[in-house]
């Protein structure tokens, strides 16, 4: 009896042992494996950092493993090609997504959608992005708009007023090159895709929503007038070297370089997302003294609006082993504390889901303004269509390299609506128009 005592006693022993000697980490393994890829860069890194530390700890079940990539678009497809790619698939813009849904390579989400409530937590128009056929294949993930960054201390020192219209705007960037400071700063050498953000902007401030619209649902041309006299606009300010300068620059400098300029005073303004971090580029760490604010993009009326654009979209790889523990990585991360932090620690912007002020508590003030400004033109029917996420996918990425050509004198802003026209529709055709928000 005291030998079974002993042994009883020394098994105990080691059990505790054990407990101690083993580190978390390796008891941690024994949650099932999930693996998420983002783009390797600062925003990435500052991302995963802020999902490891959350759903990690959150999750009792399962734990997710970020994978950065160099180039996770080109990443993505390469792998999804091959049967392969990470349980959650990240897609750049709502119509990618559809197109995947189509294909069957994502999970449908309805059951989902009825598990976590997603109906009651995200805004009426968003869950629509996601649908194919009836089925719920991505949820939107980063609501953007479009607005005008500027030096607002060379602003003040040369007495120069912020627009409220296109003529006014084109008027002040005359003033502002014949002052012998660059109008615009942006620069695409290290993504000339991302060029199609500029006749993105000038199409919907130009035509205004409606005519956006109607466009997007096939009701009226894309050679509309309208349309020509906006990438005709925008060309001419390009030709006449309002956006840096010219194509030399506007084709070749970096991102930085671009809000570097707009910093130091070199220039004026800068065309850009809600994304844009301006803080890093102006003040004593930045090496100057100057501030920054922003204006909406103006339009025909001056009429306030903003674009609607959703940059991100996420689905659960068909190849998933895990499917279920993905869509709980899912619902974490669309809950509004994981949205809080992401926005808070990286600036990424806002799901479109219903979240409160509170989350604003740590940002920029002048960030906050945007997105409160936004949701008060939405709500009286002033927003617009982001080209990177309402247009048909074959469509969009015409739009992007084909303003390329406008500006390098090989086509007509003619032959650029007409050519979107054409692609338009053959998407309507196959039945690949996105959905859009309702008006």
């Not at 932090?341 to 219903?354: H, Q, S, Y």
């Not at 509170?358 to 945007?370: L, M, N, S, W, Y």
Request: net charge negative; hydrophobic share 40%; aromatic share 12%.
């Amino acid at each position: 009896m005291l030998s079974q005592n002993r042994v009883m006693l020394f098994v105990r022993f080691v059990s505790l042992l054990l407990l101690v000697v083993i580190p978390a980490s390796a008891i941690a393994q024994d949650k099932i494996q999930i693996t998420v890829w983002l783009n390797d860069d600062e925003l990435g890194q500052c991302v995963k950092d802020t999902v490891t530390a959350g759903f990690n700890v959150f999750s009792q079940t399962a734990e997710v493993n970020v994978e950065l990539q160099p180039n996770v678009n080109d990443t993505l497809r390469t792998a999804l090609a091959g049967g392969a790619g990470p349980d959650i698939i990240p897609v750049d813009s709502p119509a990618y997504g559809q197109e995947l849904g189509k294909a069957g390579l994502l999970v449908p989400l309805d059951a989902y959608v009825t598990q976590y409530d997603w109906d009651q937590r995200f805004v009426p128009w968003a869950l629509e992005l996601g649908n194919v056929d009836g089925s719920l294949y991505i949820l939107p993930d980063s609501l953007e708009t479009l607005v005008i960054w500027y030096n607002k201390t060379i602003f003040e020192e040369n007495g120069w007023q912020v627009p409220q219209t296109m003529d006014e705007l084109v008027a002040l960037s005359k003033t502002i090159n014949d002052a012998g400071v660059i109008p615009f700063s942006n620069g695409f050498g290290e993504c000339l895709d991302c060029m199609g953000s500029l006749p993105g902007a000038f199409i919907n401030h130009y035509a205004g929503p409606e005519k956006m619209y109607d466009a997007l649902t096939g009701q009226i041309p894309w050679t509309d007038p309208v349309f020509v006299e906006a990438i005709t606009l925008l060309n001419e300010m390009v030709q006449n070297g309002w956006f840096n300068g010219g194509t030399d620059r506007l084709f070749t400098d970096s991102f930085n370089t671009a809000h570097e300029m707009l910093g130091s005073g070199e220039a004026a303004m800068y065309l850009d997302g809600s994304w844009f971090n301006a803080s890093d580029y102006f003040g004593s760490e930045a090496g100057n003294t100057n501030d920054y604010e922003w204006f909406p993009i103006p339009t025909q009326d001056g009429e306030e609006m903003y674009m609607t654009g959703v940059g991100a979209a996420w689905g659960i790889n068909v190849t998933s082993e895990h499917p279920n523990e993905a869509a709980e990585y899912l619902d974490w991360a669309f809950s509004p504390d994981a949205q809080a932090e992401r926005f808070n620690n990286c600036n990424f912007a806002l799901a479109p889901i219903r979240i409160s002020s509170d989350v604003f508590a740590k940002a920029d003030p002048r960030t906050a303004r945007i997105y409160t400004a936004y949701g008060e033109a939405a709500a009286k029917g002033n927003y617009g269509y982001a080209n990177w996420a309402f247009f048909p996918a074959v469509m969009g990425t015409a739009f992007n390299e084909d303003i390329q050509k406008v500006f390098l004198g090989s086509m007509t802003p003619e032959e650029y609506v007409g050519h979107m026209q054409d692609l338009f529709t053959e998407a309507e055709a196959e039945g690949s128009l996105p959905p859009l928000p309702a008006r």
